[in-house]
């Protein structure tokens, strides 16, 4: 069922202050935390995923699981995300980024950085963002997120044809990888970080 959060006050004009606006988008884009086989979307329509066990499969090639991590995956490591966070720690981007050969590999510098909880890593030969940059394979960034089992969620799944209107490079699928480490409790589907509504 598609998600039926309130946003329209975040994106409304006389809401000038930036911060504020921000703290309307994290409030309204609470994401849903069960397990669920229905396709799930954000509240601006930009992305869909199902939020599912390891392993699940899907019929249709524009239903892209986003997985959830397993209790044994100190790496929290969640396919067709882009995570972000409230400090970055690496520059990922250019031949002097920090880079890293496997997810699992990033989530390693992630956890020799004392404050890093959150990271993102391009797996393919470009990964696509909302910005002026070509990022590409190997990108290591590592972030760091007011609350792990809770993180800020710039994109996850499929880019629906409304967010390819607006951005017409995007492929069909996030291209990211994301992951989550230093958690206690188990890692819900976060909240929609502002960078989401680009």
Not at 2 to 8: G, L, Q
Not at 34 to 62: C, I, K, M, N
Request: hydrophobic share 30%.
């Amino acid at each position: 069922a598609k998600h039926s959060a309130p946003i329209t006050s975040a994106f409304s004009p006389s809401v000038a202050d930036p911060q504020q606006r921000v703290s309307l988008l994290r409030s309204a884009w609470r994401l849903p935390v069960p397990v669920t086989s229905t396709p799930v979307f954000d509240p601006l329509g930009y992305y869909h995923y199902r939020w599912s066990v390891p392993g699940a499969s899907t019929a249709d090639a524009d239903d892209v699981p986003a997985v959830a991590p397993e209790p044994t995956d100190q790496c929290g490591v969640m396919v067709h995300t882009d995570l972000d966070g409230t400090a970055s720690f690496s520059w990922g981007y250019g031949p002097q980024g920090l880079k890293a050969q496997t997810a699992g590999e990033c989530c390693e510098k992630c956890r020799q950085h004392h404050k890093c909880n959150t990271f993102s890593w391009c797996g393919q030969p470009l990964c696509f963002a909302p910005d002026i940059w070509n990022h590409s394979f190997g990108e290591c960034w590592l972030k760091l997120s007011p609350d792990p089992t809770a993180p800020l969620v710039n994109m996850r799944g499929a880019y629906t044809a409304k967010y390819r209107k607006r951005h017409p490079t995007a492929p069909r699928r996030v291209e990211w990888t994301g992951g989550v480490l230093r958690w206690k409790n188990p890692v819900g589907n976060g909240t929609w970080s502002s960078r989401a509504g680009w």
